[in-house]
């Protein structure tokens, strides 16, 4: 249950960090952080104590596996939130030669 | 051939057609690039149109394509049935016109290729999310059309365009976050994935919180998607940024595929509609629709303008999708169809007066009806539709939606939906005024009208208003009411689709 709520912990400071920072670098810091809370959610739902890998072998009998399906999940998840990092990065050194700043507030030219 | 063996052909086509213009696009010449692409567009539309007629043939008006021989629910499976179905044809008709749009368009912009590149994962990722049978493959495709979608909001990369994008792509991304926990904790409840074992699963297990509370996870996360008006500061600056092929994808499609197709899939099909989800979607719903409008009368750039106004008629769909009658239903799938042909006519409009006259102020431009009749033309066609005129496809889907209101004794909603169709009328009263009435300005006298390829696309998109409304003729119906019937169905879908697999 703690870790669980760890996690809760690790998505709130992200999503602190997306709502309140003003920089624009810290802001992509709190998505990424949001992205590790919910992966690290993620495969902590498919885990269990003393488990062991879901690997079958001959003459063994599996008793206590750990869920592997969450973890194939997470790396999908991971490979996008990559991909969504880049992306958003790439477009903040844009803004940054556009608008000379990395503040959010100074940054508003589309209004209405 | 087995008919099921289209489905996967709406994810392979954009796929490859994707990455194969990327590969090839440095070393051919501009118009092979161009009819490659409006050729795998046509082909989509074909087999959209092509899966209508192979729902009617089966039996059991599922279609299911178990992928790589896996059944359900250890494998992935892709589903067609009527709702798809409505969505296939709706997303590839306009990605069809949209992209011979384009082929004339882009002459503004120096990267076709990354153009065609983007567009067609987009695609990919929007005819995924129509098709899929698996809750994780929906978040897969949702995200694939979410980034292209970021990346082509940006593609000008000029202040504003980035500015926007930026904007879209982090609430996109804390949406899109909310979706995955979401479907975390449906996969710790149920431990599937497959949508109609989860249903089967939910039915059967008696749970006290958990539908409610990933409900409203749901309702945060595709609510943004679907720009619903507490979550829809995003849009106005996204759509009114993007280059106006992409602009009329992301309004006429892109909201309601990833938005409004998603959240109805699972609270329908799922998690089997309650009361309270239903109060809760019409109010967002009457909300968008009314508060919307009234910014978008303001609004002295055209395709702001039109932006809010998309706003405010995906609120009339999802008002009428609340309602959760068969009136009701009927109406805001009929609305949803409507609505992406005569928004992305609009932008398409609004991007042929940019590229004849380079400007987006209403302000600026006047009498431009002498100059460019057919932009004029089409463009009032468009506006008659969205504002809910006779003869038009606009009238009949939001009278279907005023009736259903009515029907289930919701006067406010009624009054308010005929409200906001009176203020919608007002704003493109404005829109005609300024762009196309009024004497000609001394500066324009050079204007000519737009591209023949463009005239193509805004001319198709208008007959389709006209002739929209034939729709309800009981020979076109099963079209609509087939969808009607999925979301009616509510967790009947389980049973239809392993039936279909057993077949």
Sequence with gaps: MTLYLLCLILFCIGLYGVLRKRNIVKIIIGLGIIEYAMNLFFVLLGYRYHGRAPIYAQNQQILDMVDPLPQALVLTSI?????????????????Y????TFDITKIKRLKG | MLTQNIIPLFVIIPLFSAFFISFIGRFVKKTFINAFCCFSTAALLFFSAFSISALKASATSVLVYTIGGWKPPYGICLVLDGLSVLMLVTVNLVAFLVCVYSVSYMEKYTDRTKFFTLFFLMLCGMNGLVVTGDLFNLFVFLEIASISSYALVAFGTEAEELEASFKYAIMGSVASSFIFIGIAFLYGFTSTLNMADMARVISEKPQMWLVPFVSVLFLMGFGLKAALVPFHAWLPDAHSSAPASISAMLSGVLIKTL?????????FNIFGITQALQSALMFLGALSMLVAVILALSQWDLKRLLAYHSISQVGYVVLGLGLGTPLGILGGLFHLFNHSVFKSLLFLNSGAIDYAVGT???????????????TAATNFIASMSIAGIPPFNGFFSKLLIIFACIEKGYIGYALAAVAASILTLASFMKVQKFAFLGELKEKYAEVKEAPLAMQFSMVCLALVCIFGGLLLLPIFKPFLTSAADVLLAGRGYAGGVFKAVLR
Aim: hydrophobic fraction near 50%; proline fraction near 2%; charged fraction near 25%.
């Design chain 1, 79 to 95: 490979v996008i939130g990559l991909g969504v990092t880049a992306l958003v990065i790439s477009m903040a050194i844009r803004i």
């Design chain 1, 97 to 100: 030669e556009k608008y000379g």
């Design chain 2, 259 to 267: 938005g409004i197709y998603a959240m109805i899939r699972i609270f």
């Design chain 2, 360 to 374: 987006r102020d209403l302000k600026e431009m006047s009498g431009l009806r002498k100059k460019m009749p057919v």
